[in-house]
């Protein structure tokens, strides 16, 4: 193959050049620390893998404890029903159906009209 190529000589290189009319200036990265800040919000870390299940019962430890701590405090907080839903969402991802139906149920029935709600109707 290469004996049969066959060579052109390059006889004349120009340059072009060309202007932008419009330029729109847009945020920039800061840096390696908005990098790992950007970072530490997605799953994306972890080979897309997800929390693993370690993690997700510390999440859920807590969440629990925040929880208990609402409903102790003041029965009406308004964030209670958002904490529920979290834990929901951490029993659906340990795949305990019947902790999670039973939140489903107290949500519904504490809270059935906030926006939390409407993903379990």
Not at 11 to 32: H, I, L, M, S
Not at 87 to 103: A, F, M, T
């Amino acid at each position: 193959m290469w004996d049969n190529t066959v060579w052109n000589e390059i006889e004349e290189v120009t340059t072009k050049e060309y202007e932008v009319e419009k330029v729109t200036a847009v945020a920039g990265v800061r840096g390696a620390e908005a990098e790992d800040e950007a970072l530490h919000h997605l799953y994306y870390r972890q080979s897309m893998k997800g929390p693993s299940e370690i993690e997700l019962n510390k999440a859920l430890g807590k969440l629990l404890n925040t929880l208990s701590s609402l409903k102790k405090n003041k029965p009406g907080h308004e964030k209670i029903p958002e904490v529920t839903h979290y834990i929901i969402q951490v029993y659906k991802k340990l795949n305990n159906s019947s902790k999670q139906r039973e939140l489903e149920k107290e949500l519904l029935a504490t809270a059935p009209e906030s926006k939390w709600a409407k993903f379990y109707k």
